[in-house]
């Protein structure tokens, strides 16, 4: 007996080819069976009629590894279809911490989480951490090893340093990380030459493991870093993904065909490149990083001192008129920048800096400096910096992989007090219901095959990302017609519209729009034969 049927559904199954009807079975942790007018019988039966049956979401681009210990119901991903992460993006993750560095990476992590960190080796992270309702995938982060290994110093490593990163970056893979990410848009991954990170995407490359990357600069200099990550792909082989693909600040917008451009001539020429990115203007990041890059220069305790120093808070000033938020480039207005974290002023939480500013009666870049210095470095926003035609081209483009760069959630708990971005509740149904279906930019068998088979492929996910006998049993099913986002900035933490089941490794942790409270998700290693 099959353990759960899907019946009279649409099935479209994540390879790019056209919906077909079927019912599918369920056996185990696997897909038994899809074909029309199976007769198998079932201990559960979901009549589908009118939905869409696919695979679950792989979000190829995410930070919920920094709060699945929190959350590991994982609410705020299962609701939209979300079935597998890739966490330990962008260069930061919350291992390796090798003896005697706790501190120090602490100190850089503050910003980003609240977990209380450990010195651990990468294997034991794998191996402790929590059951939750969705597939983990984890890479391994240059930042935080580069922390590790030489602190907050803005220098070149010694052949002893690159030679432990390098080693770190073994052991992780060798563990089953699926791949090294790296951060050079921010310090202390922006203190590292193109060789550097070089050198770890060849350890990668030798494992077969991937290799992706915040890219350098988004703004202003975004070409000059697209083509930095090519030549990554073209000297090392690595399968290297630049991340949330985006051109930031007003002096950069309409600059996303170019940008596409030159990523499919390099795709022509036979490079393992491509690149992923979220459908919003808006991002989110640590306050700290729309300075400038030496002020974070030697540590927290250093960045403190120089944001209370009047000196260096005119510098600041100068630098930010002169060329913009450093990451992301010149922005209309304060009103662009928004509080969504803030340890010590939670009021100001959902304020923009321009609000703030005008409530203190002082300069903007001051009202930030003293939130930042109040917060211990920890304040984040959400900084509105793109243009809606840019994410347009890049959703538009059938080859752009979808992540989310969101984190896992729920509607109360640790993180309650914080207003997060609310592409961490809606981006998949976002991408389904508004770009494709309201706005006509792709078909929907292109979408899912954008967030689920290419993903896959991607990530080098074995059995997971389309639907076929035999294959890991994650499903998502939805109502085509209303499926939707239904956050917003103001009220990010609403669950979309139009998803009625989810199912992890055979398990339902969506049943009929409510979460069972199941954990069936498992953390996927990397392998020879793929991952798992």
Known sequence: MDDLLIRNGKVIDGTGAPERSADVAVRGDRIAAIELGYLGPARRVIDASGHVVAPGFVDVKTHSDLTLPFYPR????????????????????????????????????RALTTLTLRETSFAAYLESFPATSVNVAMQVGHNTIRVAVMGLEDRSPTTQEQAMMERLVEEALDAGAVGVSTGPFTPPGSFAAPEELEALARVAARRGAGYTTHLRDESGNVFDAVREAITVAERTDARTRIVHAKVSGMDSWGGAPRFLSELAAARDRGLPVECDSYPYTTASNPMRNLLPAWVQEGGLTHMLQRLADTTARNDIRQEIAARGLTAFGRVPSWDAVRVSVSPAAPDEVGNTIADVAARRRCDPVDALCAIILADGGATRGLITAMHEDDVRAFVACPWVLVGSDGRAFGPDGALARELPHPRFYGTFPRIVGHYARDLGLLTLPQAIHKMTGASATALGLKDRGVLRPGAAADIVVFDPASIAERGSYEEPRRY??????????????????????ALPGRVLRRTAAGVA
Do not use: K, M, W
């Open 496 to 517: 979309p519209a139009g998803v009625g089941y989810v199912i992890v490794n055979g398990a339902l942790v969506i049943d009929n729009g409510a979460h069972t409270g």
């Open 74 to 109: 994982a609410e705020s991903r299962v609701h939209q279809g979300i079935t597998t992460e890739l966490v330990g993006s962008c260069g930061f993750t919350a291992a390796p911490v090798p003896p005697g560095r706790l501190a120090a990476v602490a100190d850089y992590l």
